[in-house]
């Protein structure tokens, strides 16, 4: 129980990474706030599991590219726990694979603010009520290589993440820690929505642990990151890709 007492808001909880990040923290006697988009089904079968279990949780839908989403959630999470003391940052997507030849102005816009402007938007707001506590970012393998065909928008929002990682580091600290996570490919459905079944294959032949992560691999990294296990540690970015890429 590393996090018992403590509350934690997952952004994107309703799937995927963000869920297994909502389920492991609550695991560890975190209430959780989950929120999520368009994954009502999946954010209500996540606070079924928490609460099944004994733990505390909820789920709030809305955009976290606007401030009145990210408004809403914060003020629903205080009100239901009290405060904040565990961030977890991982709304985010590639949208669509397009090339800079191809991208409308408002593509390129729409990647930034589901990325780096979802970020912004929810580290300031809890702020306001988070006196220590923990910061986790999800950022992505294209942050540091450029991403695959037609990601260029999304690997530089990426790499913006990171970078504010490390900024909001030396602004936080010491009483806030902020890190980040690197993702390669994980069997989610990003990979199923954006990338060939081939080229996964041909990811997970090439990499030295020979296979795809699994969102339990980075709901791992994130709970360490978020109690006091890491409390040495603020403004890393994280590599968690199978040995695909060495940083």
């Known amino acids: 129980m590393k996090l018992q007492g403590k509350t934690a808001i997952v952004t994107g909880g309703g799937r995927d990474i963000g869920s297994a990040c909502a389920k492991l923290l609550a695991k560890e006697g975190a209430n959780v706030a989950i929120n999520y988009f368009a994954s009502s089904e999946g954010a209500m079968a996540t606070v079924k599991a928490i609460t099944d279990a004994g733990g ?13 989403g990210v408004e809403a959630l914060v003020a629903a999470t ?15 997507g590639l949208i669509a694979r397009k090339t800079i030849a191809e991208m409308p102005l408002e593509h390129w816009q729409n990647v930034m603010d589901l990325n780096v402007g979802s970020t912004f938007l929810m580290t300031k707001a809890v702020l306001a009520h ?41 602004e936080l600290g010491p ?23 081939e080229v996964r294959k041909n990811v997970e032949n090439a990499a030295p642990l020979k296979r795809q992560g699994v969102p339990d691999d980075i709901a791992n990294l ?23 890429l060495f940083s």
């Open 222 to 244: 994130v709970l360490f990151l978020a109690c006091d296990d890491s409390a040495f540690m603020t403004g890393t970015n994280l590599d968690i890709n199978g040995g695909m």
């Open 56 to 68: 505390k949780a909820i789920a709030v839908q809305g955009d976290l590219s606007n401030a009145e």
């Open 130 to 170: 988070m006196t220590e506590g923990a910061i986790v970012n999800l950022a992505s393998q294209a942050g540091r290589d450029g991403g695959g065909p037609g990601s260029v928008a999304y690997a530089a929002a990426k790499g913006a993440v990171m970078t504010m990682t490390r900024g909001l580091a030396k």
């Open 78 to 92: 205080v009100k239901e726990f009290g405060g904040v003391d565990i961030l977890v940052n991982n709304t985010g």
């Open 175 to 197: 009483k806030i820690r902020v890190n980040g996570i690197c993702p390669g490919m994980i069997d989610t459905d990003f990979h199923n929505i954006h990338t060939k079944p």
